[in-house]
C-alpha cells in the first residue's frame, strides 16, 4: 500500500558522496559508515544494499540495531557504539550479550566490570569476543578516562576469550573553526594509545564526518562518517566545503483545497489570519511524522514549482499551506515538503536553521508512517 508520505533516496547521491569521502583517504585507510537511528531517519532496510557494497564497516548504537543488521542478512564488521551492559542485567544482558557475541558483533568496552561479563558470555558460547575500548579523550561523554586506558586495555589482553582489536576516541568541536581543542583531544588519545602499549595490531580511529573532511591528519586506520553520507554538511564552519548532495526529498500529496476570505483565521489557537482573499491546501504531514511543530507560520513547501507557506499551527498530521500564488494546484498534486536542493527555501538545512537545530535532528524525526524507497 502506498504511503500519504514518501521519501526519495537518492542513490546516486549516496553514491556519490561516498566517493568523494573515500577520495580523501589515504589507501589502507577504512570507512566506517554510520547507520545508527535508522541511518539517520534515511531507512536502514532501503540503504542496506547500498552501504555494504560501500563500506569496509558499519556502526551502530544498540544491540537492537546490531542485530537488526545480522536479521538483515549483513554479514561484514559491525561496530556496536554503545555498552552492552549498560542495556540490561541479570539474565536479560547475558541473553543479549551471547546474541551479540555469537553474532560477530564487535562491542564496545568503557570499564573494568565490562570485561569480565563479555568474557563471560565468549566462555559460555567456546567462541571470541570482539572488542573495541572506547577512550574519553575530553569530551566528558562515553568512554574510559584517557588516564585509566591503559589498565583497561592490560585487564582486557590477560583476560580468556576477548580480542582486543581497536582503540577510539570522539571528538567535541571538529565541527567548529577553531580546532584547538580537537588538538588537545588528539594529543591526549595519542598519550592513552601509548599508555596501552601503542597501537601495534589494533584499529585506531577518531575521525567523525568533520573530521574525515577537515583533519586528514586525524584519519588513522580508520574513518567514522555519519551525517555526510546522507549528504549534509556537518556544520557551516568547517575549512573545506565537500559537494556533498542530499539523498532525502519527502513528498505528499495535497488532501484538500478550499477558498476563504480576506480576515479568516486558520489552525489550532488560530495564529494565523489572512489579508488577502486565500486559496488553502491541506498536506497529511505533522509533529507525528517529524516535522517540527516550530516550523508553524514560517516554513515553505513547493507545489507545481511555486512557494506555498505554511499557515496557522503545525499539526499532529494536517498541515495548512497558502496556495493562493499557485491557483493551478488540485488536489492530488505533489507538495515537496524536503527539497534535496540544499539552496531551496524547504531543504533540510533552511528548515533545520529556521527551527534552531541541525540536519541530523530533522532527518532522524521521520516518522514510521513515512514510505522511504530508493530512487535512481
Known amino acids: 500500500m502506498e504511503s500519504y508520505l514518501n ?44 552501504l555494504e557494497e560501500l563500506s569496509d564497516v558499519l556502526a551502530v548504537a544498540t544491540p537492537e540495531e ?31 550479550l551471547d546474541e551479540l557475541v555469537a553474532r560477530g558483533v564487535t562491542l564496545t568496552v568503557v570499564n573494568q566490570a565490562e570485561v569480565d561479563v563479555v568474557a563471560d558470555s565468549a566462555r559460555r558460547l567456546g567462541a571470541a569476543a570482539h572488542v573495541h575500548v572506547k577512550i574519553d579523550s575530553g569530551m566528558n561523554r562515553s568512554g574510559v578516562p584517557a588516564e585509566g586506558a591503559g589498565e583497561l586495555v592490560a585487564r582486557l589482553r ?18 567548529e573553526a577553531d580546532k584547538t581543542y580537537v588538538h588537545e583531544q588528539f594529543a591526549r588519545f595519542q598519550a592513552a594509545v601509548a599508555s596501552c602499549g601503542g597501537p601495534a595490531g589494533l ?10 573532511i577537515d583533519l586528514p591528519q586525524y584519519h588513522l586506520d580508520m574513518v567514522r562518517p555519519g551525517i555526510a553520507l546522507y549528504g549534509y554538511q556537518p556544520s557551516d564552519q568547517l575549512m573545506r566545503r565537500l559537494p556533498l548532495r542530499p539523498a532525502l526529498r519527502l513528498t505528499g500529496r495535497l488532501m484538500q483545497t478550499k477558498t476563504v476570505p480576506a480576515g479568516s483565521p486558520c489552525g489550532y489557537g488560530l495564529s494565523h ?3 488577502r482573499p486565500a486559496r488553502l491546501g491541506l498536506v497529511p504531514v505533522g509533529y507525528g511524522d517529524g516535522y517540527f511543530r516550530c516550523l508553524s507560520n ?15 499551527r503545525v499539526s499532529m498530521d494536517q498541515i495548512i499551506i497558502d496556495l493562493t ?16 536542493d540544499p539552496a531551496a527555501p524547504n531543504s533540510v538545512e533552511t528548515l533545520a536553521r529556521q527551527a534552531g537545530t541541525i540536519p541530523y535532528e530533522l532527518t532522524c524525526r521521520l516518522g514510521r508512517r513515512v514510505r522511504r524507497h530508493l530512487v535512481p
Open 7 to 50: 521519501a526519495e533516496i537518492s542513490e546516486s547521491a549516496i553514491r556519490a558522496n561516498l566517493r568523494l569521502l573515500r577520495g580523501l583517504l589515504a589507501p589502507g585507510c577504512k570507512l566506517c559508515s554510520v547507520v545508527k537511528a535508522d541511518c539517520y531517519g534515511h531507512g536502514l532496510s532501503t540503504l542496506l544494499g547500498l
Open 273 to 275: 489570519t489572512f489579508d
Open 325 to 340: 500564488d499557485a491557483p493551478d494546484a488540485q488536489v492530488g498534486d505533489e507538495v515537496e515538503i524536503f527539497s534535496n
Open 66 to 96: 546490531a542485530i537488526r543488521l545480522r536479521d538483515l542478512g549483513y554479514q561484514r564488521p559491525i561496530l556496536q557504539f554503545f555498552s552492552a551492559c549498560a542495556y540490561a542485567d541479570g539474565q536479560e544482558l547475558r541473553d543479549a
Open 203 to 212: 584499529t585506531l580511529h577518531a575521525a567523525n564526518s568533520a573530521a574525515t
Open 298 to 312: 514560517q516554513a515553505v513547501m513547493r507545489v507545481r514549482g511555486r512557494c506555498a507557506p505554511v499557515r496557522g
Open 158 to 175: 590477560a583476560t580468556p576469550h576477548v580480542k582486543l582489536e581497536g582503540l577510539y576516541t570522539h571528538f567535541a568541536t571538529a565541527d
